[in-house]
Structure formats: C-alpha cells, structure tokens
C-alpha cells in the first residue's frame, strides 16, 4: 500500500492524518498477511517499531475509527477479549489459548449444512465459526 492510500484510508475514517496515526495506519495495513491484535499488543508493538510517540488514547481511538469505518473487523473471544483483524472479508478464525493468536480459516474451508432459526424479533447478522486449539 502506498503512503497516498494510507492518507486516502485516514481521510475517509474521518481522521486526519496527523504523523501518529500515519504511523499506526501503515504498521496495521502495509503488510502481507492477516494481522490480528489487541489494543494493547498493538501499543507494545509500536513502541519497539516506531520513533514516534504515540499515546495509548490515540491507539485506541484510531483503531476504534478504522473499525467503525470497515478497515478492521473485532472479534471477541469468550467476551472478555478483543482482537481486531485486518481482514475485513466474510471468514473464521482458529484460536490459540496458550499463545493468545488468532489464526484465519477460509470462509469456504467450513461447511455449514444446517443454522437453527433466530428466536422471535431477531435475525441472524452472521455467522462465524471459532475453534478453539490446544497443544
């Protein structure tokens, strides 16, 4: 990704592009693959791979802006933990309780044959399938 789209991707979340969350656009989406995090790892992370400062506050309200604009996705695990995922597309996700890592499954790598119906008033938002790992 070139450093415009990251301008580009800021401007449309609605943020300016200040040097800090420059810096946290292009460490979360000028990569390869898939990255998931919390908040918190992504503060650690930052701090050993960036010269710029960067407040835990502005950590959170960034990704909370990129998530709210469809940059990133949030996956809670056991609802007490929340990672975020740079892949936005329709998938599902192995996690690792030992290592605490989310790892990516296809979306046509599982085969779903039968979804009960939703209770009265409800609908089903989607469908995501978690399995749990251990050694």
Known sequence: MKKIDILKKLRTSGLRPTKQR???????????????????SLNKLLAKKTTA?????????????FKTAGHLSEVEV??????????????????????????????NDIVIQKIPKAPNGK?????????????
């Open 22 to 40: 420059v810096e946290i656009a292009r460490f979360l989406f000028e990569r390869e693959k898939t990255f998931h995090f919390t908040v918190e």
């Open 53 to 65: 400062k960067i407040s835990l506050a502005t950590i959170y309200n960034t990704v909370h802006s």
């Open 78 to 107: 056991r609802g007490n933990k929340s990672y975020f995922d740079t892949n936005v597309s329709n998938h599902h996700h192995f996690y690792d309780s030992e290592t605490s890592e989310l790892i990516d499954i296809d979306a």
């Open 123 to 135: 609908k089903i938002k989607n469908v995501e399938v978690f399995i749990n790992l251990k050694n």
